[in-house]
Structures are given as structure tokens and as C-alpha cells.
């Protein structure tokens, strides 16, 4: 133990030394270096900031309300290039109670570039969105609501509860470089342990599963898996006014032919705009004329017409 503590004081006394010397030779690249330690040890003191929530429902094992913070964190790497994998962090369910009311929050962590891009394309977003669910799903054995929508506040609990939850669960960034080597399949995500119940792994997931927009977002794909290209459907949007010519609603009619159920219709709404999806076979996604009410929107599916009716109040 001795030895050691003396090697160690050896080697920090060495580094000290050529610190020293750089200082004397060349005070700039002294400075740079400098300024780049203090830059990442900045980075790494980071606290995740909110980016947005999202509201969803559990429904196995317990159907239950919830809600998924979408947070910045600069502690998260950002991807090497378009061809690594994205990481993101993942922090514990917490149950929360208020009056009568009982939900669950999950706070979800990716790097602030990765957001920022997300902000600038909406589809983009929906698949970080959707990620984000799948991983929940695959990581705490959740079956998850297909539906979701963008509340009008950031967080869902305080800030404070954010951060304590996702700095207790932080490993290493360097051991989450590392783990950007070795992209996770489905299967390896299925396996992945958790060694105690303050710590979760990072779920790393390929860019090129995160930027489809022909397959699903966590789907493991065989080199000889034909990609099948979705169709836009056939669409009526309109939208409905009172006697007074008073505009209440958008309503959306879409014909899915081959559809027999809206358990395959992938649904998802924000105030302005609205995106459905049915696994390898339509996509449409849609501006909305109007800002609708996330909360009163409803969908129903005509069987015998193969018709998705979805009826969006206006704000």
C-alpha cells in the first residue's frame, strides 16, 4: 500500500514537472491546455437541464399514468459521427403522488446536440421520442402506450428531483466512450443486468436505427432484412367551424387499406402538427393548420372502411 501511494505521489509529482516545463517553453500551448481542462472539467460538473415532457401511459404490469422528461445533459458524448451509436441515459421510475392523483415520472438524458438537432426536424424528434420509449420499455419490462404528446411544460416534478436522479445513476464518461464501440442489438439490450438499484446501464443505440425512417426505431435487422419503403396514405383534413363560422376542431380522416386494427396504428399528436405510422406500411406526417388541444384529441378506427378518424380540438 506504501509503495504505491509513493508511486502515485512519483507520477503526480512528474506530471507537475513537465506542467512546469511547458509553462517555461511554450506559454501558449500551456494556456490551451489550460483552458481545455477547465472546459471539461466545466463539461463534467454539468447539471441536466429540461427539454421537454412527455406524457404516455404505462399499461403493463400496472396500467398507470406517465411521464418522460426529455433533459440536455453535457455530460451525455454526443456521437462521434452519423455512424456511431447515440447514447442516452436513463434514470430511475419514481412514483409520485399529488391528491388523488398517482403517476410515474422517468427522466431521460442525451447530449444537448442531439436535442438541438431534434428541435430542427420533427421527425427526427419523434424517433428520439420513441427511442426513448422503447428503451424504457426494454430496460424496466414496461409495456408502453403507443401514443404520446408534448406537454406545455418542460419538467413534470421539480428540477431538484431531476438531478438527483440522473447524477446518482452516472457512470463515467469515459466508460460511456468506450461503450460507443460496441453498438447494443435489441438482444443485447434484452440482456442487459442491472447490478444494484442505484445503477443503470447506458442504452446505446445506432445512428442509423435513430435516423430511419423506414424501420423501427429499436428493431434488430438482419444484413438480409429487405427495407420496405412506407407509403404516404390517402388523407382528408378539415377543418369544422360552428353557425358562426367559429373554427372548433381539425378533423383528419385517413384510409389505411390492409389495416384491420388501430392497435397497428402508431399515433402521435402535438399542438401543431401530427405524425402516424404503421410499421412497414404507411407514414404520414402533417402540419396543422391551427394549435390543438393535445389533451382532448381522440381517434377512433372504421374497421369496414379501413378509416383512422382523428378529432383534434382547437386551443
Not at 209 to 227: D, F, G, M, R
Amino acid at each position: 500500500m506504501e509503495s504505491s501511494s509513493k508511486g502515485l505521489l512519483t507520477q503526480v509529482t512528474q506530471f507537475w514537472n513537465l506542467l512546469d516545463d511547458l509553462a517555461e517553453s511554450n506559454p501558449e500551448s500551456y494556456q490551451k491546455f489550460i483552458q481545455q481542462q477547465l472546459k471539461e472539467g466545466k463539461e463534467l460538473c454539468a447539471a441536466p437541464e429540461p427539454q421537454l415532457c412527455l406524457q404516455t401511459r404505462i399499461l403493463k404490469p400496472k396500467e398507470k399514468l406517465l411521464f418522460i422528461n426529455l433533459c440536455q445533459w453535457k455530460r451525455i458524448p454526443a456521437p462521434e459521427s452519423a455512424t456511431h451509436p447515440v447514447p442516452l441515459s436513463i434514470g430511475r421510475p419514481e412514483d409520485i403522488s399529488e391528491t388523488s392523483d398517482v403517476y410515474t415520472v422517468i427522466d431521460v438524458a442525451y447530449h444537448p446536440d442531439v436535442l438541438q438537432a431534434a428541435e430542427k426536424d420533427q421527425v427526427k424528434k419523434d424517433q428520439l421520442i420513441r427511442m426513448a420509449m422503447r428503451c424504457i420499455e426494454e430496460q424496466f419490462q414496461f409495456t408502453l402506450s403507443n401514443c404520446y404528446y408534448i406537454t406545455k411544460f418542460r419538467i413534470k416534478g421539480s428540477i431538484q428531483r431531476m438531478k438527483q436522479n440522473l447524477m446518482g445513476i452516472q457512470t463515467n464518461p469515459a466508460d460511456l466512450r468506450e461503450k460507443m464501440r460496441n453498438e447494443l442489438t435489441l438482444e443485447k439490450i434484452r440482456s442487459s443486468t442491472v447490478s444494484t438499484s442505484d445503477q443503470f446501464p447506458q442504452l446505446l443505440l445506432p445512428e442509423d436505427q435513430v435516423s430511419s425512417k423506414t424501420a423501427c426505431l429499436i428493431e434488430e435487422i438482419s444484413s438480409t432484412e429487405i427495407k420496405v419503403e412506407m407509403k404516404r396514405p390517402a388523407y382528408e383534413l378539415k377543418i369544422v367551424a360552428d353557425q358562426n363560422e367559429k373554427p372548433l376542431k381539425i378533423e383528419l380522416k385517413v384510409e389505411l387499406p390492409g389495416v384491420n386494427s388501430v392497435s397497428l396504428c402508431d399515433l402521435s399528436v402535438s399542438e401543431d402538427d401530427i405524425l402516424i405510422e404503421v410499421s412497414e406500411k404507411y407514414r404520414l406526417y402533417l402540419n396543422l393548420p391551427e394549435s390543438v388541444d393535445t389533451e382532448m384529441t381522440t381517434a377512433k378506427f372504421i374497421k369496414e372502411k379501413a378509416t383512422l378518424i382523428v378529432t383534434m380540438p382547437l386551443v
